[in-house]
């Protein structure tokens, strides 16, 4: 199973702020055609935050939507050039986005396998090495994959 393809990756994106970040997740899953109503996904984005910061340690975020406006369960990836400021747990900046965009009606079951296992992974040095190493967005896509369809 492949969740995710290079074109759901993005590589040195200039993003400013955690809301650009939101934004540009969203106009990406409207272009990748993921979701028929950014506006919706935006704002689950936004409530999600609003419960408690996505911002990881180590650089990594990992917001999440769940919306009817959803089509599909998406994984879309953001290297940043630089750091963005996300309210992280342990205060640095955030350099790579792992974003779940999930349909309302796999919230419960596909939502919580994929957030836990990329938790899971993200508490492994090697894995985040990987990603900070990754240079294309295929072999980013690629890595990722390999890493969720493990165990």
């Known amino acids: 199973m492949s969740l995710i393809n290079s074109n759901h990756v993005f590589i040195d994106k200039e993003i400013e702020t955690k809301i650009a970040a939101l934004e540009f997740l969203v106009a990406a899953a409207q272009s990748l055609q ?6 919706k996904v935006f704002a689950s984005f936004q409530a999600r935050e609003a419960e408690g910061s996505t911002g990881m340690m180590d650089g990594f975020a990992i917001p999440h939507a769940k919306s009817p406006a959803i089509k599909e369960a998406s994984i879309l990836i953001v290297k940043t050039k630089k750091g963005i400021e996300w309210d992280s747990l342990d205060g640095q900046p955030i350099k790579i986005i792992i974003a779940l965009l999930i349909p309302e009606t796999e919230a419960g079951t596909t939502h919580l396998k994929l957030l836990s296992k990329i938790a899971r992974l993200l508490m492994k040095s090697e894995f985040k090495e990987q990603l900070e190493r990754q240079q294309t967005a295929e072999e980013l896509a ?8 493990e165990e």
Not at 34 to 39: G, H, I, R, Y
Not at 143 to 149: D, P, R, S
């Open 142 to 149: 690629d890595y990722v994959n390999q890493k969720l369809t």
């Open 34 to 39: 993921v979701t028929t109503d950014s506006k």
